[in-house]
T-cell receptor, first 113, second 110 residues
Framework: ETGVTQTPRHLVMGMTNKKSLKCEQHLGHNAMYWYKQSAKKPLELMFVYNFKEQTENNSVPSRFSPECPNSSHLFLHLHTLQPEDSALYLC????????????FGPGTRLTVL | GQNIDQPTEMTATEGAIVQINCTYQ??????LFWYQQHAGEAPTFLSY????GLEEKGRFSSFLSRSKGYSYLLLKELQMKDSASYLC???????????FGAGTRLFVKA
């Protein structure tokens, strides 16, 4: 299944580094999402974009900065992260508004040293 | 507040039937999803219920009772490949927010 792709799949970074996660969806969807998944914790919604406009920021620290240049691409820019930010970051997309079925990418496993 | 509860882990035998329960309290309700997630992989959509009752899809069935804030996922004729985490998620009314439970890790043994 290559409907939603994410790069890189694994990332190790220091607390002073700047890196970006990339997500691309090939499903013709209009809404895209970033989630954080930590061990034994629920998926945490971070950001939602609909038609390139941010519609949800779930009280995410400013060290995470999303960017959505078009409906097919979504980025998450990372800077001065903390070790507790280590997690699996999942991107998802859905057809439209109202929380249609979401299709997930494989995720980026992030480790902050 | 909003809360979704499901058991942390379950173990079942190959060929058997297992039921994974989910209870929820959310501000508004506009549907419940079940996703399957194998270790190290993306969650994949299994089922969606918005009306009360049972939805059957092959070996998997999902049940919803809105008045009780309760759902279950029923897996029949278990196979080893069914070993995975099963995530219950509730969609709120208005907006894009879908709230996920922590997931139930299912171990299928021979």
């Amino acid at each position: 299944e290559t409907g939603v792709t994410q790069t890189p799949r694994h990332l190790v970074m220091g607390m002073t580094n700047k890196k970006s996660l990339k997500c691309e969806q090939h499903l013709g969807h209009n809404a895209m999402y970033w989630y954080k998944q930590s061990a034994k914790k629920p998926l945490e919604l971070m950001f939602v974009y609909n038609f390139k406009e941010q519609t949800e920021n779930n009280s995410v620290p400013s060290r995470f900065s999303p960017e959505c240049p078009n409906s097919s691409h979504l980025f998450l820019h990372l800077h001065t992260l903390q070790p507790e930010d280590s997690a699996l970051y999942l991107c998802a997309s859905s057809q439209g508004s109202g929380g249609d079925t979401q299709y997930f990418g494989p995720g980026t496993r992030l480790t902050v040293l | 507040g909003q809360n979704i509860d499901q058991p942390t882990e379950m173990t079942a035998t190959e060929g058997a039937i297992v039921q994974i329960n989910c209870t929820y309290q959310t501000s508004g309700f506009n549907g419940l999803f079940w996703y399957q997630q194998h270790a190290g992989e993306a969650p994949t959509f299994l089922s969606y219920n918005v009306l009360d009752g049972l939805e059957e899809k092959g070996r998997f069935s999902s049940f919803l009772s809105r008045s009780k804030g309760y759902s279950y996922l029923l897996l029949k004729e278990l196979q080893m490949k069914d070993s995975a985490s099963y995530l219950c998620a509730v969609r709120n009314t208005g907006g894009f927010k879908t709230i996920f439970g922590a997931g139930t890790r299912l171990f299928v043994k021979a």
